[in-house]
């Protein structure tokens, strides 16, 4: 189901049609040192991630991470979106892209596109990102899109403090 349209991309729900792709994506080594290790690994696990993960959240929510296909070929390059954390009061905005999609822009042109829609469509206030400190590309698109540095954080699981962002609203 289409969710958003930009100029070069258009975002749909994720399905379990997408498992092979998510097993791909989730197991890039730059998605795992970023992200973290969702412990996916075959594509069983990966139905199972979308079915817990996004799936779920569209229910619950009325949102969640979308999958982010080019215009022009219908090619999976990434996912971009918003995610409700337990630890979290406000819903972050999240993006992860198959490395050879880097450095064009997607990444910031869906997630602009997410924060509009988050804002006009789902009529969402503020909206917060989390990132690790050092992944610099990261964190400039998040300044790009006017997200501003609040402080570090630790999510339950985790055993290191990653950096939430922020939009004024």
């Not at 289409?2 to 890039?28: G, P």
């Not at 300044?143 to 339950?156: C, P, Q, T, V």
């Amino acid at each position: 189901m289409k969710v958003l349209e930009t100029e070069r991309l258009i975002l749909v729900r994720l399905s379990h049609a997408d498992a092979e792709f998510m097993l791909e994506l989730l197991n890039e080594p730059s998605f795992i040192h970023f992200i973290g290790d969702k412990g996916v690994r075959t594509v069983d696990d990966a139905r199972e991630y979308l079915s817990n993960g996004p799936i779920r959240s569209y229910a619950e929510n009325g949102y969640g991470l979308y999958l982010a296909t080019l215009k022009e070929d219908g090619a999976c390059i990434g996912i971009c979106g918003l995610v409700k954390r337990d630890e979290l009061q406000d819903p972050d905005v999240g993006f992860a892209f198959l490395p050879a999609y880097w450095s064009r822009g997607y990444a910031t042109e869906s997630a602009a596109a997410v924060l509009q829609y988050a804002r006009e469509k789902l009529g969402l206030g503020r909206i917060v990102a989390i990132t690790a400190p050092e992944n610099m590309s990261s964190v400039n698109l998040l300044h790009k899109l006017g997200l501003s540095f609040e402080g570090m954080i630790r999510l339950a699981d985790d055993t290191e403090e990653i950096s939430l962002y922020a939009t004024d609203s």
